[in-house]
Each structure stands twice: as C-alpha cells, then as structure tokens.
T-cell receptor, first 116, second 113 residues
C-alpha cells in the first residue's frame, strides 16, 4: 500500500506568480481533497475532486483551481499569488463514501509554500 | 523545524501520566468526530474517530468521549509518552455529499520526560 505523496515539499514564489502543487493518491482511493493550513491554525478545506470534477468547495476565491487525472492524482493551481497564500498545502485522498479511519481519509505531508 | 503549534493552547503533561484534551464543536449534524495528531512538518495523522450515535470509543491507549448535549469531545491518552508530543486537532466529517473534514482549534501537547 502506498500513502499520499505531495510534491514539491517546499516552494518559494514571488507575489503575483502562479504555482502548481501535485498530489498522488493512496492506492485504492478515488477522491482528492485539498486543504490550506496557515501557521498555528487548523487546515481549511479548499475543494474536493471526484471523477475528475470539482464536487465541493470551501471559501476560497476562483484563483484557486484544481485538476484530477484518470489515475486519481491531482494538482492544485493558485494564480496571482498573494503574501497571505503562504501556508502548508495538504492533500488528502479518500474513497467516496468512506469512513475517516486511517485508510479511509489519508493526508499527505504537504507542500510548504512561501510567497515573498 | 517550524511549529504547527504556534500560538495554540498548550497542555504540559508528565511522562507516564494520562492526558485529556478537550474540544467544543459546533455542527450537531456531523456524522463523525475525529481526532488527528500533527507533528511538525507532517500532515494530520488519524488517531481515532467516533460516530455521532456513540458516546465512547476506545483504541490503543486512547479513548474518545462524545457529549452531544453540550457539544463536547475529548481525547484521553493513557500513559503519555514523549512520542505523543504533537498538536492535536478535533475534527468533524459528514459521510453524505462530499467528504469535507472541518478542523477545530488545535492543542499542543508537551510531554515532560
């Protein structure tokens, strides 16, 4: 069994630039969710992808967008980066309708994005 | 490494003692209540969950208690070890619709050797 892997682990971007973060799902999972975690806070839900379509979104502007591929991997794209976008971006894979248990909803280690 | 526990409430416990971490939740409609452990530089790690129709569930060295009357969730860790030092988040999830995990405010647990 493989876990959730994210790349890159760290990234520094300049305000106004665009960034793409990547996530590979855990084997057997078909749903991917993205979260933003600011320093000292809990993760905040950005959106979820299932069957290559966005099927749920949190309170984030349209410049946050994503993709899911046929192999269930996913990308998070952020355009026009702002200083407040600096955070740890977490990907979680799951099985649609699954339970929260360790194999049902699994988080990756995240990508630390710093916007300067 | 950087700390995910910056400015979070902190609980300091002597090694070997029991720890109790508390959480107040807001959404009574959630199907699952979950505890996650997050170490510095890592993503949240599932510890234990409890369905909304239960009031207690035990795992290995951990017990979760759910009081729906006062919307309170607690995590008890028995015989706390240095490896338990981390930030702990309570969270809620609905099994219907899309699965979104809503995290509460974290608590930083410091185990004193």
């Amino acid at each position: 069994e493989t876990g959730v892997t994210q790349s890159p682990t760290h990234l520094i971007k300049t305000r106004g630039q665009q960034v793409t973060l990547r996530c590979s799902s855990q084997s057997g999972h078909n749903t991917v969710s993205w979260y933003q975690q600011a320093l000292g806070q809990g993760p905040q839900f950005i959106f979820q992808y299932y069957r290559e379509e966005e099927n749920g979104r949190g309170n984030f502007p349209p410049r946050f967008s994503g993709l899911q591929f046929p192999n269930y991997s996913s990308e998070l794209n952020v355009n026009a980066l702002e200083l407040d976008d600096s955070a740890l971006y977490l990907c979680a894979s799951s099985l649609k309708g699954g339970k929260p248990s360790n194999y049902g909803y699994t988080f990756g280690s995240g990508t630390r994005l710093t916007v300067v | 490494g950087e700390s995910v526990g910056l400015h979070l409430p902190t609980l300091s416990v002597q090694e070997g003692d029991n720890s109790i971490i508390n959480c107040a939740y807001s959404n009574s409609a959630s199907d699952y209540f979950i505890w996650y452990k997050q170490e510095s530089g890592k993503g949240p790690q599932f510890i234990i969950d409890i369905r909304s129709n239960m009031d207690k569930r035990q795992g290995q060295r951990v017990t979760v208690l759910l009081n729906k009357t006062v919307k309170h969730l607690s995590l008890q860790i028995a015989a706390t070890q240095p490896g338990d030092s981390a930030v702990y988040f309570c969270a809620e999830m609905n099994s219907g619709g899309y699965q979104k995990v809503t995290f509460g405010i974290g608590t930083k647990l410091q185990v004193i050797p």
